[in-house]
């Protein structure tokens, strides 16, 4: 957290005035990371908040996406979504969680002026960026607690717990995480939903 909040107090003090956008965005970030740090705090008694019932998946994503619109816009990355009417039995705080990390690291990962691509097919979420992909070194290792590779340190928005956190929740959530990733072409994260929590409508 202590990166958003250094590059901020830089902003202001060779600034008189500090544009809204930017201040959004950094408080947006920190919040971001502190839901990180309280949600990995709680994963040990994670089974005492869990509340299974159907929600309508793709009513889940774009709420996700609205509550992440600023982020969306100061990477200038467009989402595009492509899921059929189609109820999950899950809990709906923790998938949006699970959808959080997922997309957000998309977007952050994300060419500007690209696409966020998310579609819906064989009880499989997929989420596709045309990025700056993950190296052959680092994607065996993406879901190790602590881990930010290559691109993590690049950026210095990572905090190597977002995937790590996804693939702990994910088990619970009966849900399956695979990622897929070639350097400068794109990740996809796939999200497989098992076939008897999944309805259609």
Not at 69 to 89: N, Q, R, T, Y
Request: net charge neutral.
């Amino acid at each position: 957290m202590k990166t958003p909040l250094t590059s901020l107090l830089m902003i202001a003090e060779n600034n008189p005035t500090v544009p809204s956008e930017e201040v959004s965005e950094k408080i947006e970030l920190v919040n971001y990371q502190l839901k990180q740090l309280l949600t990995f705090d709680r994963l040990d008694d994670f089974n005492h908040d869990l509340v299974f019932e159907k929600i309508d998946l793709s009513d889940c994503i774009k709420r996700v996406i609205q509550q992440n619109a600023s982020f969306f816009l100061s990477h200038e990355v467009m989402p595009k979504i492509a899921v059929p009417p189609v109820k999950i039995l899950t809990d709906s705080k923790w998938l949006s969680f699970i959808l959080e990390q997922v997309i957000t690291n998309a977007v952050k990962y994300s060419n500007k002026n690209g696409v966020v691509q998310i579609s819906f097919n064989n009880d499989t979420l997929t989420i596709t960026d045309h990025g700056i992909g993950i190296t052959k070194s680092d994607l065996p290792r993406v879901f190790e607690q602590g881990f930010t590779g290559g691109n993590g340190r690049t950026h210095g928005e990572a905090t190597g717990m977002g995937l790590y956190m996804t693939q702990q929740i994910a088990k619970i959530l009966d849900i399956k995480v695979g990622i897929s990733s070639t350097e400068n072409v794109g990740t996809t994260v796939k999200l497989t939903f098992n076939p008897k929590k999944i309805t259609t409508k």
